[in-house]
């Protein structure tokens, strides 16, 4: 059944089996050109799935899907950073807070490292004050989630193509969960339906030229690894000719 997508490594059946569905769709809505794991411009993401559809007249309709299969998958793309951000000052204050009360009350805590006790850095982990680890715990995963799990998010700012979709079995459809802006295509007997139309992202006629090309680019690399093409037979192919 999923023979004309070739797994990724350390991809599961079920995320492999979404992406078919989400190019047999594209193609049935008339996106002739698709292709996965497609680099895209501008943006050091991959699209699980991109896709380009003619339009008369006119430069072509570019989308991106994205299939989730798990919540924890899901949400960890779908930061927004503005929110996170936010959260992130809030949590830094009350560190703060903590630090100049923990200061006094434990002053042993001082390295002595300065010429003003007040500027004295403080090794606060040492007397595992359950308040403190907390606040440190949600720092970090703060930090760790605006560096690295806003992709929804950095896909639509940079316009990466013109619509957007999630591909989500049918149990982890939640409104809620869905990034602003994305369509929705949900599993249901082996087919995926539509559930939320995505909102329109203008961009340049020369974006969506870049975006067909990385298409194509990565189309070749998918045929040269199932006819066993490799780069250094290409070398050896060019050395031949020259």
């Known amino acids: 059944m999923d023979a004309g997508v070739a797994p990724k490594r350390g991809e599961t059946e079920a995320h492999r089996r979404l992406k078919r569905l989400a190019i047999l ?86 390295a002595g490292d300065s010429l003003f006790p007040e500027f004295d850095s403080a090794d606060f982990t040492r ?28 896909l639509t700012r940079y316009r990466c193509a013109n619509v957007f979709y999630l591909v989500l079995p049918n149990e982890l459809y939640r409104d809620r969960e869905v990034p602003i802006g994305w369509g929705v295509l949900v599993e249901a007997d082996g087919s995926l339906d539509l559930r939320q139309k995505p909102a329109w992202h203008e961009n340049s006629a020369d974006a969506r030229l870049q975006f067909l090309q990385r298409i194509a680019a990565a189309g070749t690399r998918q045929l ?10 290409i070398e050896a192919e060019r050395r031949a000719r020259l």
């Open 224 to 233: 040269n690894r199932s006819l066993e093409i490799s780069f250094e037979l």
């Open 127 to 154: 007397i595992g004050h359950t308040g403190y680890k907390k606040v440190m715990r949600e720092l970090g995963a703060l930090q760790k989630r605006i560096c690295g799990s806003t992709k929804f998010e950095c």
């Open 25 to 110: 769709w594209a193609q049935a809505h008339g996106y002739a050109a698709c292709a996965v794991e497609v680099s895209l411009p501008h943006c050091r993401y991959r699209a699980d799935v991109a896709a380009c559809r003619a339009r008369s007249n006119e430069g072509g309709v570019t989308a991106i899907f994205e299939c989730k299969q798990v919540l924890s998958d899901l949400r960890r793309d779908n930061c927004c950073s503005a929110a996170a951000r936010e959260r992130l000052a809030t949590i830094n204050k009350r560190r703060q807070v903590l630090e100049k009360h923990l200061r006094v009350h434990y002053p042993t805590l001082r």
